[in-house]
């Protein structure tokens, strides 16, 4: 009976040798596996973070540019407006220069009509048709500036226009 239950008790440690033994085996499979996913998974993790710094690198950049991009047109509009305001103020000046000298010429006009309307009742027949014809001569000059200062007038009015509804 000893050598039955020798010989069981050498089965059952057979038995058990073989189950740790198949045990460990598919623990070390398993651990492999885990190891490879895992492995796997931090590629992927390399890959992908290397992506995401290029990719963020590449914003960056591209930020950078219409940075210096939108300053440079800043830039260039704040020269073209003072341009502009420059120009505008010698325009102006210009403007009052021209009208000054406009107001003098009409003071001197009127001294002029003034002074012969005076002498009408004294002149002749043929100045006073002289006269009437000069009157009528810069009479019609008048009405052709007066004219043409209203459809310049008109033409700016139109080209304003034009530009408001044109701007952004």
């Not at 440079?72 to 000054?100: G, P, V």
């Not at 006009?109 to 027949?125: C, E, F, K, P």
């Not at 100045?127 to 500036?145: D, F, P, Q």
Request: glycine share 2%; with cysteine; net charge negative.
């Amino acid at each position: 009976m000893k050598e039955l239950i020798t010989g069981f008790i050498t089965k059952f440690y057979e038995a058990v040798i073989i189950f740790l033994a198949a045990f460990l085996l598919l623990a070390l499979i398993g651990f492999g596996v885990q190891t490879w996913r895992v492995s796997a998974w931090q590629d992927d993790y390399t890959l992908l973070d290397a992506k995401y710094k290029t990719d963020l690198a590449t914003a960056e950049a591209l930020t950078e540019k219409a940075k210096a991009d939108a300053i440079a047109k800043e830039k260039q509009w704040s020269e073209k407006l003072l341009k502009a305001e420059i120009q505008h103020r010698e325009d102006i000046k210009q403007i009052i220069t021209d009208s000054n000298s406009a107001k003098s010429a009409i003071d001197r006009l009127s001294r002029q009509i003034d002074t012969a309307s005076s002498r009408m009742s004294t002149a002749t027949r043929e100045t006073i048709i002289e006269y009437a014809s000069a009157s009528g001569v810069v009479l019609e000059k008048c009405v052709n500036e007066y004219r043409t200062v209203a459809q310049r007038a008109d033409e700016h009015a139109a080209d304003a226009k034009r530009l408001s509804d044109a701007w952004p």
